[in-house]
């Protein structure tokens, strides 16, 4: 991220809550009574790929717990040095969509600008863990992006990603949104986001107002994937966005050993549900390299999102979906 300090002012509480993080994992594992060696700790991935944990998600992992399914979405452990055929850096063709530094233009009507590199937590699974973001965010970089959505007329919904969002200050989104909101066929604005989730003071009254207050139709859509990282501060955060009528979806990916059995999978279902966000999609694991132990197999997928299919309400049904790099939408996995 270009991070641009703001010396006149006391940094927000999420601010603090985003440079506070967990950056060494031997620190996390101490708070929580677990010896490296019992949990797999690997230094290698680490240095592959930055460890982040913030404190507030952090507070939500069960003491003493190796399994717990929070503490394996940020662990970094040595099967991730694994090689497999398949598994690469940029499994979903992201940078063969890129139109401009950081547009990404698969799908038809939408628009998708990735506005940071920065995340308030490092999730091991992530499929952008390797993108080069330094080629393509940045302040400087908006111009071209923006040019570009302004003469697609046939976009009229644009996505803001990253990197997550919601790691820049308002000020910032405020000031994008309302020259995204200058651009006359654009109709919808949504924010893909794991930063309430993991440090939910981000939802500041100054988010809900450039959220709300543009003439774009805005949408929320958060990754979660246990109803564990929902606890009842996170619930609290979100009421403001409902309050305003932004609706709020969920997005989450099939991982082994954290959500993949159909109880788990409910649970988050109806633990979102009771926060107010219905469940939109389930990505089946994007091959990235380094996360092969993540994988759960398609047969197995497809079988979880039957029995999710017969035993839930079809509002708590999330859309079992694989993201194939060419194909006009992602590809449902479940008739
Ligand atoms: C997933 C994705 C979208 C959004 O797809 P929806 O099916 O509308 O949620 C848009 N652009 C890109 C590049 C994507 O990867
Ligand atoms: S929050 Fe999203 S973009 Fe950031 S590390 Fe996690 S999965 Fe990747």
Redesign the pocket.
Known sequence: MIARSQPENEPADWQHAQRDAFTRPTDLLAMLGLPAAAVGLSDAAAAAFAFRVPRPWAARIRRGDPDDPLLRQVLPVAPEGRARAGFVTDPVGDRAAERAPGLLYKYRGRALLLVTGA?????R?????EFPYGESVGHARLDAALALLAAAPDVDEVIL????PLSLRDERLAELVTRLAAIPHLRRLRV????PV?IPTRVTPALVDWLCGTRLSSVMVL?TNHAQEIDDEVAAALAPLRAAGVPLLNQA?LLKGINDDAQTLRELSTRLFEAGVLPYYLHLLDRVRGTTHFAVPLRRARQLGRELRDTLPGYLVPKLVREQAGRPSKTPLVP
């Open positions: 995340c308030a937590i490092h999730c699974y992530c499929f952008r863990r990603s990253g990197g997550d893909h986001t794991r930063v993991t990754h990916v």
